[in-house]
Structure formats: structure tokens, C-alpha cells
């Protein structure tokens, strides 16, 4: 039987042949650190170093899984890894049943700088279990059952069903066999819009549904950025759009193909000459000129910013297409083809091509989204998916320092939108649809409008409150709590929010999980007691995301109650003076106790009450026993003997209900149990009369028992009779 330990929650170079001038961490920052790390603390990584890190994190993948508690039906795939620049690692895995995609079941692990495990954040808790992987359901059940349920688009038709995947749905509290369907039909993003529909594989009962077209939708955008230079490459008598520079990003006509095969027509751009456009929609070359300047500039920020080298930050460019289709006012990512389409407009925006800076930032955005996080698009995480493409689609803007689109935090105003943007940050709500402070309904909102409480916070975190000018529009940063403060600069929230995305983020955040993740990349950046972080706390509270810290500067945060420590057992192994058992504090590994599984450990995924080794039981999330025990143990035959230990639970259960228990048995009695309902943020003592063995010879035993579903871990440490 595996070990579970519950972690803790603290757990290209290329030859550029054509230039064209176009017409048209765990902390280690001190803790009053005022200047980010850079790279939001990661450092540049060549494509062979990326490359050789993913191998070495897909060997570790076995021994991860096991230590995390997995089960033998699961394995571990090497999605990405940062590297700090103080040596720390942090590896993204996802993670497989039986050989089917676990939805939800993405995490990160945790390295420090000696290179030992730290800690993990998951998607979902423990090992996964489901009854089967034999579907009642066949494919094509699933596929009329997806297109019944669909929500986001009308008439939904699905191809054949091969349209439908088996999976396990983890993203609620017990995973399930589930179906993954695509279906199509008319919707925001057009007649071929599409959406991912997960149904339940023995009922059809739908579990989510959420759009696979994540792009700015309803939307539109100008031949905006002017004369530019923008890179392009030599062949033979002519030029095409190919940006060497930028992993060879490749910008194709669509010419017009549909939505449902957008690259049915398409043709690269190519001419003999190297001047392109001419600064209006009558020149097909126009749109392209502002979708390859954009998506340069992207890359060019992410590199300058966080030391990323392109979407999967490999190197490589995605490419892109624009001309798709006729009337879309809209532009979307699509990581199945790890591509991005671009769409002309319509008489909505008077035919105005959706190519402007901040949209190919929030295209481009989307994927490094789908390469890190992966936010599941549809509840709050949607919402947060939508806002990093809007937080970072702005900052783009702000990079690319066009005079023609000056930055801003009005999201597509240069699409010539009925109301001028189709979002601002600094006033969400001023759309009439979009939410600006969260409130418990907000999973339920379209995550284009739930993307405004983060874009809110975003903005206040970077400039605070209060009115002012910024890229020539007035801004007014309110709150939701009629607070007042200043921002920490958008560079600095920018780089709080990647780090936030990329480390400690996973598909199911929510809000209260993002602001989570962003005090701890605050932390690892700032410091834990400095301005920046508490600012952050400050922000999040201004739109209704828990509270604020104790600010820093006027006195300083309360720190988390921590009990004080008992004695440990000396590194001989013998007892501690006035502890009838041998090796109480385990230092001495398993010196003096029987156990049933390997429970006695210095592993680091969990902290030691004292000294560096601890007994860590149960924490499986599937039926199981284990025991600890010592035999032989001399209880003092005089006074009032008793057992004390240090006892941290933590659990995935919820309320009183006893599922999972840990016994204090002595001679086969029992005299004290303990259970998830006694879960605690630290380690708490705990005492038991041994009055009533006086004088004998007895034998203690740590009895654990856990039920089907839902992991306890039960940490015991410092254990002493006298």
C-alpha cells in the first residue's frame, strides 16, 4: 500500500533575415525587498535545459506519485518546470487513471534550493478511485447526451463519436467516469462555435460545460499600431510573415475559410517586396501587419518580463490566422492546433479587423494559460481564465508603448465598440453585465463577466484607488469596502500574478485560492512582512476576497500560532529523561516501534512538532488500516502517569461526521480517539490518563482506520509516558 503525505499547503536562437518598416519562490527575497526578482523569480531557460528538466521530472514522476499517495492506477506526466533563480523547482504534472485524462487532477510540486521536496499544490486532494473504467454509456450515447446539454451554443450538432473521450472527472469531490464531448453550433463566437460538454459515463447527467473558443468574444479590433517594424524572412525572390525571432510565428491568410475549418483556405502571406499594408481594411496584408506586430510584441513581454521563451515556453511560436470567416467579430486561442484566428469584424464595429495589441496579448495569453495553470473555463476559474488574458493583454499594451494605442486598462478600445471597450479594469461593473466584487453566485456568471473581479482587483493592486489619467482615458479606481490605498506598481502585480499562475495555481482554483496564490507569490518575492504583500491582501479585500493583513508598517502581521515545542528524543535513540518510551520524538527513525506501513519518516512534504522526524498515518482516500506500536513500555508506578503527543489532522472531509480515526489503544483498550472532525492548522497536544496501568508493563499502539473516499493525515510526533 502506497504512503500519503498531504503536502503542505505554504502547500530559438534564429537568424532574422528581414526587417520591415510597414505603412500602416519558497522566499528568499529579504522581507523588505522593494524590487521584484527578475523574471517574476524565474530564471532563462534554453530549450535543451527545458527539455532535459521535463526528462528528469518524468522519471521522479513514480516516486512523486507514491509519495504524494497515489495509487498504483496513476501516473504522472511532466507538464512544464520553472527553475528559481535561488535553484528552488517547481514541476506541473498531469496526471493519468488507467490510462484516461484526469480532468482536475493536475498539481505542482515543490523543490527547495537543496533540492528536497517542499510542498504541492493540487487540483484535487489525494489519490483519485473510481468504481470502473467500463462505461454504461457507449461514445455515441455520450455525444446525444452532450448535445442535449449543451448551454453556450444553439442548435448543438456533434460530428461522430469520436467527438466524445473517456475520462475521470475530478473536479468535484468524488471523481467519476466521465465523457468529454465537443460539440458545435451557433454561439458567441459565431455558427461554428464550440463547446466542451463532460457527462457523466454511466448516467449522461452533465457534470460541466464550458466554451473552447476562449477568445474575446463579440468583439472586434482596428488597423491600429500604425508604421511599424516587423520581422520577416527572406525566401529565394521574396518575404513571407515568418518571425524568426519569435520561434516562427507564421501569420496565414484564412481567406474567409469558416469557423468550423479555418485553415481550409489559408496561404501564407508572401510578396516580393518587403514593405507591407497600407494602414486600412481595404489591404488584406493590413490585418496581418498588426496580428504579427502584436503577437511579437506578446512573446517580446513575457521574455523581457519572466524570462519565457513563447507560449509553452519552448521556444516555439503558435501561428496564426486572420481573415477567418465573414462578420466575426471575435478572436480565439486554440490549443488543440496551438493556433490563433483572428476574425474581420462586422457593421457592429464597422468591419474593423480584431488585430489590435491588447487582443493579441489576451489571445496569445490564453495558451500560456492552457501551458501553466490551465484553468478550467467555466466557474470561477473561468473567470480568473479570462481576467490573466485580460491582465496580461493590457500589460502587452503598456510593453508595446504605441504611440497609435497608448496603455491602458480598458480592454479593446480601439475595436470602435458601440461603448467604446468591451471591459475596463478599474470599474468592471460599468458595462451593466460584468461583476466588479465577488459575491457567492459569481461561478455562476459567464466568465467573461466574472473576469471583472479579478481584472478589479488587478487593477487596484497595480494603481490604487482614487481618480486619474493613465494612456489618456480617465480611470477611477472604487472599491466594494470604501477603502483607500496605493498600488504597488502593474510591473509588480504583473509579476505577482504570473508567478501566482504558473507555480501555484491549478485547473480548479477559485477566487479565494487565487488570492491565496498571490500572497504566496508575493512572499516569494517581496517577502512575507513587506509592503507589496500586504497591499495585495489589501486589494483582494476591496473586492470582497477575504480580508486584509496587519500592515507591516505599523506593526507587524500576527504570525500563525505555533505551540511551544516539547523535548525530542536525544539522537541515541534512548529515552528522553522522565519518557518511559524509547524514541518518542522518532529521531532515531524507527528505532523502539513496530509499524504497519512506513509511517515514521523525515520527509519534508510535512513538517516535523519537533526535530525533523514525525509519523505520518494514514492519508490513503480509499479503505485502509494501519497501526504504530510499542511494546514493553514501564508506565511509572507512582503519581498520576500519562501519555502526551503533538497531533496535526488534516483532512478533505467537511463537518462533524467521523469518517476517519486514529485510536490510542493501550493493551488492546481503547483510550482516546481522535478523528478528520479534530482537523487543526498546526500541531495541538493531546494527553491521556494512563492512571488506571500504574506501575505496569503495557503495550501503546497508534490504531488508524479510513473510509472509502477523502483523505485524513494524521501527524504524530514528540510521544512521551511519565
Not at 507514491?66 to 498504483?72: D, H, T
Not at 473521450?165 to 468524488?174: D, M, Q, R
Not at 491600429?224 to 516587423?230: A, E, L
Not at 516535523?608 to 492519508?619: D, E, K, L, P, V
Request: hydrophobic share 35%; net charge negative; with cysteine.
Amino acid at each position: 500500500m502506497s504512503r500519503k503525505n498531504n503536502l503542505a499547503a505554504a502547500v530559438a536562437a534564429a537568424l532574422a533575415l528581414g526587417t520591415v518598416t510597414v505603412v500602416a519562490t519558497q522566499s528568499t527575497a529579504a522581507a523588505d525587498s522593494s524590487t521584484a526578482r527578475p523574471g517574476a523569480g524565474f530564471r532563462a531557460v534554453s530549450p535543451d535545459a527545458r527539455t532535459e528538466a521535463l526528462r528528469t521530472a518524468d522519471r521522479e514522476a513514480g516516486a512523486v506519485a507514491k509519495s504524494l499517495g497515489f495509487g498504483p492506477d496513476e501516473r504522472l506526466v511532466a507538464k512544464d518546470v520553472l527553475l528559481d533563480t535561488d535553484g528552488a523547482r517547481h514541476v506541473r504534472y498531469d496526471r493519468t487513471y488507467r490510462g484516461l485524462p484526469v480532468i482536475g487532477g493536475d498539481l505542482v510540486v515543490h523543490y527547495g534550493k537543496d533540492g528536497r521536496a517542499a510542498g504541492s499544490d493540487q487540483a484535487h486532494q489525494g489519490a483519485i478511485k473510481v468504481a470502473g473504467t467500463t462505461p454504461k454509456l457507449s461514445a455515441t450515447d455520450a455525444s446525444a447526451a452532450a448535445v442535449k446539454h449543451a448551454k453556450h451554443v444553439r442548435n448543438a450538432r456533434t460530428g461522430t463519436a469520436d467527438g466524445s473521450t473517456l475520462v475521470v472527472y475530478a473536479v468535484g469531490k468524488v471523481p467519476v467516469l466521465a465523457y468529454r464531448s465537443t460539440v458545435t453550433g451557433e454561439g458567441e463566437a459565431g455558427p461554428a462555435s464550440r463547446e466542451a460538454v463532460i457527462v457523466d459515463a454511466d448516467s449522461g447527467a452533465p457534470l460541466d460545460q464550458y466554451e473552447l473558443h476562449q477568445g474575446v468574444t463579440g468583439t472586434g479590433n482596428g488597423v491600429t499600431v500604425g508604421q511599424v517594424s516587423i520581422e520577416t524572412t527572406q525566401t529565394g525572390s521574396g518575404y513571407t510573415l515568418t518571425d524568426a525571432s519569435h520561434g516562427g510565428t507564421i501569420v496565414y491568410d484564412a481567406y474567409n475559410s469558416p469557423q468550423s475549418n479555418p485553415r481550409q483556405n489559408a496561404r501564407a502571406f508572401s510578396k516580393t517586396t518587403n514593405s507591407w499594408g497600407n494602414g486600412t481594411a481595404s489591404s488584406r496584408e493590413s490585418a496581418a501587419v498588426d496580428a504579427s506586430y502584436g503577437l511579437a510584441k506578446t512573446w517580446d513581454y513575457y521574455k523581457s518580463a519572466f524570462n519565457r521563451s513563447g507560449i509553452r515556453n519552448d521556444g516555439r511560436g503558435a501561428p496564426a490566422y486572420v481573415h477567418v470567416d465573414n462578420q466575426l467579430v471575435n478572436a480565439f486561442y486554440d490549443d488543440n492546433c496551438f493556433c490563433m484566428y483572428f476574425g474581420d469584424g462586422s457593421s457592429q464595429n464597422q468591419n474593423t479587423p480584431v488585430t489590435a495589441v491588447d487582443v493579441a496579448g489576451h489571445e496569445m495569453s490564453h495558451g500560456v494559460t492552457a501551458a501553466t495553470a490551465n484553468l478550467t473555463y467555466s466557474g470561477e476559474s473561468g473567470g480568473l481564465n479570462e481576467a490573466t488574458s485580460d491582465i496580461f493583454g493590457t500589460m502587452v499594451e503598456f510593453y508595446a508603448n504605441n504611440s497609435n494605442d497608448p496603455g491602458d486598462y480598458f480592454i479593446g478600445e480601439k475595436l470602435n465598440m458601440p461603448n467604446g471597450s468591451l471591459r475596463r479594469m478599474d470599474n468592471p461593473a460599468s458595462d451593466g453585465s460584468s461583476l466588479g466584487c465577488w459575491n457567492s453566485g459569481a461561478g455562476q456568471v459567464d466568465v467573461h463577466y466574472s473576469s471583472g473581479i479579478a481584472n478589479h482587483f488587478f487593477y487596484l493592486a497595480a494603481e490604487g484607488t482614487g481618480a486619474k489619467t493613465i494612456g489618456g482615458r480617465a480611470h477611477n479606481g472604487t472599491t466594494c469596502n470604501n477603502d483607500a490605498f496605493t498600488g504597488i506598481g502593474r510591473d509588480k502585480a504583473a509579476a505577482v500574478w504570473y508567478r501566482a499562475l504558473t507555480t501555484y495555481m491549478t485547473s480548479t482554483t477559485n477566487y479565494a485560492s487565487a488570492r491565496t496564490a498571490t500572497l504566496n507569490a508575493a512572499s516569494d518575492l517581496y517577502g512575507a512582512n513587506s509592503q507589496e504583500r500586504y497591499l495585495i491582501s489589501k486589494a483582494w479585500a476591496a473586492v470582497s476576497v477575504g480580508t486584509a493583513l496587519p500592515d507591516p508598517g505599523t506593526g507587524t502581521p500576527t504570525p500563525t500560532p505555533t505551540p511551544t515545542p516539547t523535548p525530542t528524543s536525544s539522537p541515541t535513540g534512548n529515552p528522553t529523561p522522565g519518557n518511559a518510551l524509547v524514541n518518542g520524538g522518532f529521531e532515531r527513525g524507527t528505532a523502539g516501534w513496530t509499524q504497519s506501513a512506513d509511517d515514521i519518516t523525515n520527509s519534508t512534504l510535512q513538517p516535523a512538532h519537533g526535530g525533523s522526524w514525525y509519523a505520518a498515518m494514514m492519508g490513503y482516500g480509499t479503505d485502509a488500516t494501519e497501526s504504530l506500536s510499542q511494546s514493553n513500555v514501564a508506565v511509572p508506578s507512582g503519581g498520576s502517569p500519562k501519555l502526551t503527543f503533538w497531533l496535526k489532522v488534516s483532512t478533505q472531509e467537511s463537518g462533524y461526521t467521523a469518517y476517519d480515526t486514529l485510536k490510542v489503544n493501550v493493551n488492546g483498550a481503547t483510550l482516546a480517539t481522535y478523528s478528520n472532525a479534530n482537523a487543526s492548522a498546526g500541531y495541538v497536544q493531546k494527553t491521556v490518563d494512563l492512571s488506571a496501568y500504574r506501575g505496569q508493563n503495557v503495550t501503546l499502539e497508534f490504531a488508524g482506520t479510513e473510509d472509502t473516499y477523502l483523505t485524513t493525515v494524521f501527524l504524530v510526533d514528540d510521544v512521551a509516558i511519565g
